[in-house]
């Protein structure tokens, strides 16, 4: 089972986004509005993967994948981000990000982004998950 947390107060506007995820019956997607909730999950649960929204209010996206490196580098880290992709890969350059989704990310962008995740991961043992 992965463990996938979508870090954003924009619940409506992921919608899409967070079924494309979902569409994996092996995906757990948790869906967390603050940052300070956020960290708390990265530290405690450790999730195989965390999407940080850019528009968090009060918080730079690249800044908040900083932290979230810093508290657990084995934590891969996606970002929904407005930047051209040329731009996010400059200012996210040794973040060791897995991937910029588009502002408005649909389910297509999910399902795409877990066979990455899976790429990356290999097999992933069901007791590798906290709920």
Do not use: W, Y
Request: with cysteine; glycine share 6%.
């Amino acid at each position: 089972m992965l463990h996938i947390a979508l870090i954003s107060v924009r619940r409506e506007m992921l919608r899409p986004l967070a079924e494309g995820l979902s569409r994996d019956p092996e995906v757990f997607v948790e869906q967390i509005p603050s940052v300070e909730e956020a960290m708390t999950v990265v530290r405690t649960r450790c999730p195989h993967l965390v999407i940080v929204d850019s528009e968090l209010p009060g918080t730079d996206s690249l800044d908040l994948v900083k932290e979230i490196v810093k508290a657990n580098p084995m934590v891969n880290t996606a970002v929904v981000s407005t930047l051209s992709e040329a731009e996010f890969h400059e200012k996210s350059e040794g973040l060791g990000v897995l991937g910029r989704l588009p502002g408005e990310p649909d389910q297509k962008d999910g399902e795409l982004l877990v066979q990455k995740l899976r790429g990356i991961l290999g097999p992933v043992s069901p007791k590798n998950i906290a709920k």
